[in-house]
């Protein structure tokens, strides 16, 4: 069955740029979303459509997909995107989750 | 602004049937275009889709729950159901619902994403 696969956990700098990656087969043939997950609180959906972002989610917050990889990326990481991140995609009228990265800005 | 609100029992026994509601407030669960999901997190653990169901009860599950698995809309009172059936410890979980939105491209590639959520219910299974 298909599965979306995610590093446990990612460290970036304050100010720096992470980049947190979500694999799967032919992933870049799909469309995939992503979540921010502090916590104690919900899922926020940060990208949508690959590259797509909600209204209130900053700028900083990028996504892009190709081959077997998504990339959730954050430029200028700040303390307060210190978070749980999922990537999630769609395969044989099935949702997927990733399972999730844990982002520490140190 | 939509919002979800999950209410549930909190504690079962094993064997029993899990039965949640959620209640949407600030829009309409007769939108056209939108299915609606439940999404749940074992304490600690990354996040399962459960299931989605569109406002008319098309519904679509997961099949390692299906099995076990009803899911229900209300229209009159704004609200979607769950039941899952034969619960074990392994169900144990922060259960979350949410809108379940779609979108086909012009080259027929399926997106969809959950936005917003609801802030979730805790249910244990414990003998």
């Known amino acids: 069955s298909y599965a979306l696969t995610q590093p446990p956990s990612v460290s970036v700098s304050p100010g720096q740029t992470a980049s947190i990656s979500c694999s799967g087969d032919?992933?870049?043939?799909?469309?995939a979303s992503w979540y921010q997950q502090k916590p104690g609180q919900s899922p926020v959906l940060v990208i949508y459509?690959?590259?797509k972002r909600p209204s209130g989610i900053p700028e900083r917050f990028s996504g892009s997909n190709s081959g077997n990889t998504a990339t959730l990326t954050i430029s200028g990481t700040q303390a307060l995107d210190e978070a749980d991140y999922y990537c999630?995609?769609?395969?044989?009228?099935?949702?997927?989750f990733g399972g999730g990265t844990k982002l520490t800005v140190l | 602004q939509l919002q979800l609100q999950e209410s549930g029992p909190g504690l079962l026994k094993p064997s029993e049937t899990l039965s949640l509601t959620c209640s949407v407030s600030?829009?309409?669960?007769?939108?056209?275009?939108?299915?609606w999901g439940w999404i749940r997190q074992p304490p600690g653990r990354g996040l399962e889709w459960i299931g989605s169901?569109?406002?008319?009860?098309?519904?679509n599950f997961s099949p390692s729950l299906k099995s076990r698995l009803t899911m229900s809309v209300d229209t009159s009172k704004n609200r979607l159901s769950l039941k899952l059936n034969s619960v074990t410890a392994a169900d144990t979980a922060v259960y979350r619902c949410?809108?379940?939105?779609?979108?086909?491209?012009?080259?027929?590639?399926?997106?969809?994403?959950?936005?917003?959520w609801g802030q979730g219910t805790l249910v244990i299974v414990s003998s």
């Open positions: 949410a809108r379940h939105d779609n979108f086909y491209d012009t080259s027929g590639y399926y997106s969809n994403w959950f936005d917003p």
């Open positions: 600030g829009g309409s669960i007769s939108t056209s275009g939108f299915y």
């Open positions: 169901i569109f406002n008319s009860g098309i519904t």
């Open positions: 032919n992933l870049g043939d799909k469309y």
């Open positions: 459509q690959h590259n």
């Open positions: 999630q995609t769609w395969d044989s009228n099935t949702v997927l």
